[in-house]
């Protein structure tokens, strides 16, 4: 079920262009055209000055359909490379980026969501997510970032922490165990990061009674530890120690990116009409593997699957003509695989989407 605007007999029967009602009511055309495609939300001051440019009551402009699905396009971008060298361009290369997303959205007549796929933790990607959001969200698009999404399989949808898989039994059983180890690094279980344990560290540590700062080789010892607890080669442990925080992650090894885009696009497809399914990453194995271990998976569904990559790629390209090629050592890549990708896309009456 959804709310349609169906401005277009509006627009005719007073001459105006989508230039000339955005520019009437004070709203870019890009705005005025996720508005016309039902994409993205409206604001009360918007909705104000489209009766009184159009001299009409909200009714006029809307109208309820009911049993349909939003068509959603899904687009994981690789956390550390590809969201780096978005940021990396500065304001106007972001703003570029969100125009091209608006290209994408008008020419395949779908909403898209983009999913931040990190091998770290929240902790590590929260920080990002909320700055492009918040970007976006200035810029007309505030349905445009999802969430920062952990290999563990679990996401953060935008405020609200919820996990893909139940806590594994074997890792829930040595919680007392886990927790007592930590305590003895002056660190703690953090619940509300991960549908996994995360264990958060001090700045500082205490041995024998002498503070001095955490270092690197604290947190392998703590591995150490874990390791021998849990003596079992299936659960590992995942360690960062960098800007965005001192943590663990303890995980089953067997969980990866690829595993996460796969579940986020099982959710996905519950919910939505979901066409099409874009990643885009460096040429990294575990990059690549998000494109790689999900395409016979999703061609088996016949739900299309596109990975946008570096010119480092290789050879692969040259028989995958589902992997579009870009510059992708700056900004300008990421944009040009989007706008290469708009080239490509045929919308077919059924609603899905063909790609050539």
Known sequence: MAIIFNLDPLMKKFGYSSADLAKRIGITEANLSNIKNNKGFIKRETLDRL?????????????????EKEKVIPLFLDYSGTTDHLLSGGAENVQLFFDSINELQTKSDCQIQCYMVTGSSYASANSKYKLLNELATNSGLPNLFMGAVAEYCGYLAGN?????LSMDPRILEKRSEI?????????????DVTSYFNIQFN???????????????DISRFEEDIAELMNNNQIGTSPYFDEYGKECDIKPIAHN???????????????????????????????????????????????PCVFMAPSNIGSLNKTDKNIIVGQWENAEGIIDCIQELCSRIKTREDGGIDYE
């Open 51 to 67: 009766c009184k440019v159009l001299g009409c009551q909200p009714g006029d402009l809307m109208y309820y359909r009911e049993n």
């Open 160 to 164: 609200t922490k919820q996990s893909l």
């Open 179 to 191: 927790g007592a180890i930590a305590e003895r690094y002056n660190a703690w279980i953090n619940d």
């Open 203 to 217: 700045d500082k540590i205490s041995i024998n009674g002498i503070e001095r700062p955490l270092e690197r080789a």
């Open 257 to 303: 990116k690829a595993k996460a885009v796969e579940m986020i696009v099982d959710i996905l497809r519950k919910r939505y009409d979901v066409p099409l399914v874009i990643i885009g990453g460096d040429s990294q194995e575990e990059d690549l593997k998000m494109y790689t271990e999900n395409k016979e998976k999703f061609n088996s569904i016949e739900l």
